[in-house]
Each structure stands twice: as C-alpha cells, then as structure tokens.
T-cell receptor
Framework: ETGVTQSPTHLIKTRGQQVTLRCSSQ?????VSWYQQALGQGPQFIFQ???????GRGNFPPRFSGLQFPNYSSELNVNALELDDSALYLC??????????FGNGTRLTVT | KNEVEQSPQNLTAQEGEFITINCSYS?????LHWLQQHPGGGIVSLFM???GKKKHGRLIATINIQEKHSSLHITASHPRDSAVYIC?????????????FGTGTRLTIIP
C-alpha cells in the first residue's frame, strides 16, 4: 500500500476528446510527478509539480497539462487525444530526498 | 539527456538462484532508483541510492558513481520475485524528481 490512489483505473476515449486523470497523494508529499508508460516500454516523464507549481517538464506537447491542489491531489489533463496517447499513466508523489510512492496507474485507451 | 540502459532485458532462473540485474547511465546523477513493477502496472520503490550499497531483506543494491553503474541483486530467489525490475536516474536536486527510466528487466523465477 503506497498511499497514492489514481482514478479511474481504466478509461476508453475517442480520438480528439479530452481526458482528466486524477491522483491523490499522501499527506505531506509536496511533489507529484506524472509518467506515461507505453506497452513494453519504461515510463516517460511528463511533468512534475512542487507546491502547486509546475517545476519540470519532459518532452510532451502543451496539450498535456496538469494541476496540483493544496489537499495533495493532482490532475493530468490531455486535450485532443491521439491514438498514440494510449498508455498507462502513473503518478508518483514524494517529499525532499525520499523515495517516490507510485499509484497503480490509469490505463487509457484511445480509439 | 540521460540515457539509462538495463541488462538483461529478460531473465529466467530457477528458484534459489542468485540474481543480478545491471543498470548504466550516461550522465552524472543525484540518485538512482530501483523499482519493481507487477503485472497490472503498480510500481513499488525498492531502493533510492546515491552512493555505496543498500540492503533490504534478500535484495541488495549497489552503485558505482565513477563508473555510472548500478546493480540489483536478489539472493535466494523465489517465484514471488517474478516481476519487471526498472532502474531510474534523477539528475535533479532532490533526487526523486524528473526520473529517466530504463526499459526494465523481466524476471521470471521458476519453482
């Protein structure tokens, strides 16, 4: 039990639609990061939030956006979905110099 | 951009064997993480280390900063150790940010 909860667990969307994925972190974890994991690949860093501000971003287009809230929850929003966005989306939370705690992920399928 | 490589990609062993998984990275890092991923996607953090060696139960992780190399060892392997093991490197200040992941090693332990 990592204390990090993601919802929904599975989601099917159509190309062009928008999606919001949610993550609830442990109390006291002031960083949250999101990763995309395509089938058979290692996760890829999307972006990270620290105290509600984005403080790092990977090689993902602006249609991937996020929010972090004061209650340690966060969101990943993806606009104009493409077929290649089909993947497992993982959030991970932590605090200074501590191991990360990962959620079980949301599996997104875009048709 | 940091490149993280793991070997082997797949490993099958008999129960009780000593297991070694290797990870190399291309640029200096603040921390190296070893993670375990089970079918279904959930990721568990095993180790976060920046120097030397750490041990937890039957698992041992080592890192050689000069050679940019880390290893994960499993002693007295058991079928429940079957999973994908991923190493991930962080160049960021806090050591748990903006991870670059390897593609994983799929370990299967046969009873």
């Amino acid at each position: 039990e990592t204390g990090v909860t993601q919802s929904p667990t599975h989601l099917i969307k159509t190309r062009g639609q928008q999606v919001t994925l949610r993550c609830s972190s442990q109390s006291g974890h002031n960083t949250v990061s999101w990763y995309q994991q395509a089938l058979g690949q290692g996760p890829q860093f999307i972006f990270q939030y620290y105290r509600e501000e984005e403080n790092g971003r990977g090689n993902f287009p602006p249609r991937f956006s996020g929010l972090q809230f004061p209650n340690y929850s966060s969101e990943l929003n993806v606009n104009a979905l493409e077929l290649d966005d089909s993947a497992l989306y993982l959030c991970a939370s932590g605090s200074y110099n501590s191991p990360l705690h990962f959620g079980n992920g949301t599996r997104l399928t875009v048709t | 951009k940091n490149e993280v490589e793991q070997s082997p990609q797949n490993l099958t062993a008999q129960e009780g064997e000593f297991i070694t998984i290797n990870c190399s990275y291309s640029v200096g890092i603040s921390a190296l993480h070893w993670l375990q991923q089970h079918p279904g996607g959930g990721i568990v953090s095993l180790f976060m280390l920046s120097s030397g060696k750490k041990k937890h139960g039957r698992l041992i992780a080592t890192i050689n900063i000069q050679e940019k190399h880390s290893s994960l060892h499993i002693t007295a392997s058991h079928p429940r150790d079957s999973a994908v093991y991923i190493c991930a490197a962080s160049e960021a200040l806090f050591g748990n940010e903006k991870l670059t992941f390897g593609t994983g090693t799929r370990l299967t332990i046969i009873p």
